[in-house]
């Protein structure tokens, strides 16, 4: 049996495993802390920031950091929720976001935090970067206009397909995602069945012809927040 | 004691928002009870008679009028509000912010699928408001106070709003009134 680790969060006591991330045992506490580049089932890439948690007076990416016994976590703050605002609302700026035509709307886990931290508009100049949409595929298209670089597409096609079909080119602001062929997706061996046609968290990768299947209302965020089924599960 | 004045404008925007004002229902009789609407197509008074407490901006600036009217409010009106995706990052004006100007130009008026434009002139009167060269949001030209996101915003949004800054309440939206489609 794995030795219980003690540490609180916002306070609160709580128990996890050695081995455990901070975000691992806070879901299983029923706690949730933020997250958008996170992606079960693959190594945590901590790219995207939004799980900055402070940890005994630091930030750190709660998805990476491991649990120690009596760490004090500040998930729930004013200032740790400032830094999570912060980092979305750059998200925003830096595409072109227009959420009132884009498939994934209601269902999108950006737009679903920025409204689970209240952001009516963001307070950085928009960037309104120019992108071009690859639609050359049959079943999938890319659109980078919505892209926030978060790495699960280019996590779920080498670790979970084996094929390596996505991946980053460029740095700083030049990074981009790229496909595995010359030019466009069409020339790549992704497949509709691909679990990376299913991990964008925004509009970037969607599947073609199933657009606004459900009703403004009933989709995923229309009513509950964005890790409200983590919070139910709190004892 | 004199009621306070609301001043609404619509600038590159559909009227969506305005249509979405006009949803609160039977509201708008309680509105009218809380306030007076100055300068607003609603009732088409063209400039503003007096001091206004708020002001609902719908749309962002892509021309020049835009920016003049914008900053009327601002000037005219205690609070401003962008009311809207439009308003808050140019919304679907803002589409062409990718494409050079000219580009954009010449096809509305010279090699667009269905033109005709003999002429094969992009019209330059001074009687037409000239184009910026991208969709600004309302708050990189102005100061904006509040922000109500939503293409439109719901009707129950813009009410609560409304309500909240005339009885100098704070304004909390609830998760469910806070959308930006």
Redesign the interface.
Request: glycine letters at 10%; a negative charge; charged letters at 20%.
């Given at each position: 049996m794995s030795e219980t680790i003690t540490f609180t969060i916002d306070g609160v006591e709580v128990k996890g495993k050695a081995g455990q991330t901070i975000m691992q045992a806070a879901d299983g506490n029923g706690i949730y802390i933020p997250r958008l580049c996170y992606l079960e089932g693959c190594e945590p890439f901590a790219s995207c920031r939004v799980c900055t948690v402070i940890v005994n007076g630091r930030p750190q990416a709660a998805c990476t950091q491991p649990i120690a016994p009596g760490i004090v976590v500040e998930n729930n703050s004013p200032e740790v929720t400032q830094i999570r605002k912060d980092i979305v609302e750059m998200m925003f700026v830096e595409g072109n976001h227009f959420c009132p035509f884009c498939d994934k709307s209601g269902n999108c886990e950006l737009q679903a935090m920025a409204y689970r931290l209240g952001i009516l508009a963001p307070k950085y100049p928009y960037l309104f970067p120019v992108c071009e949409l690859d639609a050359s595929h049959p079943y999938i298209f890319i659109d980078p206009n919505r892209c926030i670089l978060c790495g699960r597409c280019v996590q779920a096609s080498r670790d979970l397909d084996g094929k390596h079909v996505f991946d980053f080119v460029g740095r700083g602001p030049h990074k981009k995602i790229r496909v595995n062929a010359a030019v466009r997706l069409a020339d790549t061996n992704l497949d509709i069945t691909d679990k990376a046609c299913d991990v964008c968290p925004v509009g970037a990768i969607l599947k073609k012809g199933v657009g606004y299947a459900v009703p403004v209302g009933q989709r995923l965020y229309d009513k509950e927040p964005i890790g409200s089924d983590i919070e139910s599960k709190a004892k | 004691m004199e009621k306070p004045r609301i001043a609404t404008a619509s600038l590159a925007g559909c009227f969506g928002c305005h249509m979405s004002l006009l949803d609160i229902d039977d509201r708008i009789l309680k509105l009218i009870e809380l306030v007076e609407f100055d300068k607003s197509p609603v009732d088409d008074i063209k400039n503003f008679t007096g001091r206004c407490a708020i002001g609902l901006i719908e749309g962002g600036c892509c021309n020049e009028e835009n920016v003049h009217v914008l900053k009327d409010f601002r000037k005219n009106c205690d609070i401003l509000v962008?009311v809207g995706?439009c308003a808050?990052?140019?919304?679907?004006p803002?589409?062409r912010?990718?494409i050079p100007l000219k580009e954009c130009l010449e096809t509305a008026y010279i090699n667009g699928t269905g033109v005709y434009n003999p002429s094969g002139r992009i019209p330059n009167s001074e009687d037409i408001p000239l184009l910026l060269n991208?969709v600004y949001?309302c708050?990189?030209i102005v100061k904006?106070d509040?922000?109500?996101?939503g293409?439109p915003p719901p009707a129950d949004t813009i009410w609560e709003a409304c309500v909240a800054l005339l009885t100098n309440k704070p304004l909390d939206?609830p998760?469910?009134l806070?959308?930006?489609?």
């Open positions: - | 962008s995706e808050i990052m140019g919304g679907l803002a589409l912010n990718g991208k949001p708050h990189e904006v509040y922000f109500l996101p293409c939206l998760y469910e806070i959308k930006y489609d």
